[in-house]
């Protein structure tokens, strides 16, 4: 039984897409094993991982608008 033409090129493109999908995921899961696996080293004492900054630089800028909405008007 064959398909018609616009049923296999549908069915290609949907295949296409699950692949670039996949691969997609894969390098994010693979970017989030190395980001939290991987130390960066500033100082001879202070060590944390990518992830860790994130968190921290987000939390500085969290803190700073926390701060700026606080602020007294005159």
């Keep these: 039984m064959s398909f018609p033409k616009t049923q296999r090129l549908r ?23 190395i980001g939290a ?3 960066v080293r500033w100082t001879d004492d202070v060590q944390s991982n990518v992830i860790d900054l994130f968190m921290r630089s987000y939390q500085i800028y969290y803190d700073s608008f926390y701060f700026v909405l606080n602020l007294p008007f005159p």
């Design 11 to 33: 069915a290609s493109r949907r295949g296409q897409a699950m692949v670039e999908y996949s691969i997609l995921n894969w390098v994010l899961v693979v970017a989030l094993v």
């Design 37 to 39: 696996s991987v130390k």
